[in-house]
Nanobody, 122 residues
């Protein structure tokens, strides 16, 4: 099983980025996909997740209204559209999966991608 995250970069505050996570080696339509992030010196936190069929989504409070998660099972890919970015969104972002239910608990994830750096300048 492999999860390949991409799309990170350097952006000014107020800007946008779209992260992608390509999954291989498992049945994508049987698994929810979650995004986590970890800033320097901080614990990894759940950002958003989408259920296996894309009908259910959850967001961490600080990103509600700014981030949108989606998935295209035909392409084995999940996306995280991030708008109105803030310096406090700076972190390494990881995609992960751990079964069909949508969770933002890192302990329930079975597989992780390698992470992609997002840096938001003020």
């Amino acid at each position: 099983v492999q999860l390949q995250a991409s799309g990170g970069g350097l952006v000014q505050a107020g800007g946008s980025l779209r992260l992608s996570c390509v999954i291989s080696g498992l049945s994508v339509d049987e698994n929810a996909i979650s995004w986590f992030r970890q800033a320097p010196g901080k614990e990894r936190e759940g950002v958003s997740c989408v259920g296996n069929r894309g009908r259910s989504t959850h967001y961490e409070d600080s990103v509600k209204g700014r981030f949108t998660i989606s998935r295209d099972n035909a392409k084995n890919t999940a996306y995280l559209q991030m708008n109105s970015l803030k310096p406090e969104d700076t972190a390494v972002y990881y995609c992960a999966t751990g079964g069909p239910q949508c969770y933002l608990d890192a302990d329930t994830m079975h597989y992780w991608g390698q992470g992609t750096q997002v840096t938001v300048s003020s």
